[in-house]
């Protein structure tokens, strides 16, 4: 049973917003290019905050855009690939593709640590895919004694096969709140769009955690540790789910642990299928 999003308009208009702002340069400034990444600022009208840009490329067909999203959504991945992120908690997956979550972010000593309560979206094919987060007010993520909450006005992933490889766009606009020094402002608005290539960076050198791809039973959650290389996920329900495998993250194969009623398969290809699923289940994948 999927739970209802009462953040889906909020998160809809997001989607067309990023869709939007992703489909050109047009009012895009170019800063410059960095680390293989082409770095793009845009102010907007009413806001003192400008929205900031990350373009790069993967040559070749090595991953597909849907694995390169689950590099740039789990917290597991984040955590290697982004110095700033410090801890997040998913309070709540209102379907396989939408989910309600909480993020610290690190700030250097003495500005106090911020923190948001967000909505993730998203609208995903093997070959094209749109993530986007924008900050929302739920009742089941109230203020953080030590924290400033932070206003993260849009923040998203396009992500897009080509003849030649895979088109990577970043883009974040996110008010940081209170009393905070400007050079550290400029400082967040220069790094944040160079993510695009740190995800790209961490494919070439990790692959790509477990992605689920088709699922009719009811996704609950799912969790992945880097550096024990598992991956845990909670389902209920009835139905079947299979996961895409990385020979690079894996490459000896993998194992996996099954709790509850089901049945599960390693396919010719390495790709994990569960399937017989009835009630809660729990999937542990993990190194062979």
């Known amino acids: 049973m999927t739970v209802t999003n009462p953040h889906a308009e909020t998160s809809q208009k997001a989607l067309e917003n990023l869709k939007q702002l992703a489909s050109n340069l047009d009012g895009w400034n170019f800063t410059q290019e960095k680390n293989g990444v082409k770095l793009y600022n845009k102010t907007v009208e009413g806001s003192h905050v400008p929205i900031v840009r990350g373009d790069t490329f993967i040559t070749g067909h090595e991953f597909t855009a849907q694995e390169i999203a689950s590099i740039a959504l789990l917290p597991g991945c984040r955590k290697i690939w982004d110095e700033k992120y410090d801890t997040s908690d998913v309070k709540l997956m209102y379907s396989r593709l939408e989910s309600l979550f909480w993020v610290k972010v690190k700030t250097p000593w003495p500005i106090s640590p911020r923190d948001m309560c967000a909505t993730s979206f998203r609208q995903i094919t093997q070959d094209e895919c749109y993530v986007v987060m924008n900050s929302v007010e739920d009742e089941s993520i109230p203020a953080v004694s030590g924290n400033v909450r932070a206003n993260l006005i849009i923040s998203g ?26 050079a550290f402002v400029k400082n967040v608005q220069q790094q944040v769009p ?94 062979a």
């Open 157 to 182: 992933w396009k992500l897009i096969k080509t003849d030649t490889g895979i088109e990577v766009t970043y883009i974040t606009q996110v008010d940081l709140a209170g009393s905070i020094p400007a």
């Open 194 to 287: 160079l993510c695009a290539g740190l995800v790209v960076k961490y494919a070439h050198d990790y692959g790509f955690p477990p992605t689920s791809d088709v699922c009719t039973a009811e996704f609950i959650k799912e969790d992945f540790d880097h550096a024990k290389r598992t991956y845990v996920c909670q389902l209920n329900g009835s139905g079947e789910i299979l996961w895409l495998i990385s020979k690079k993250m894996y490459p000896a194969g993998v194992n996996v642990d099954i709790k509850g009623n089901a049945s599960t398969e390693i396919l010719d290809n390495g790709n994990v299928r569960v399937h017989n699923i009835d009630g809660p289940v729990t999937v542990t994948i993990s190194k």
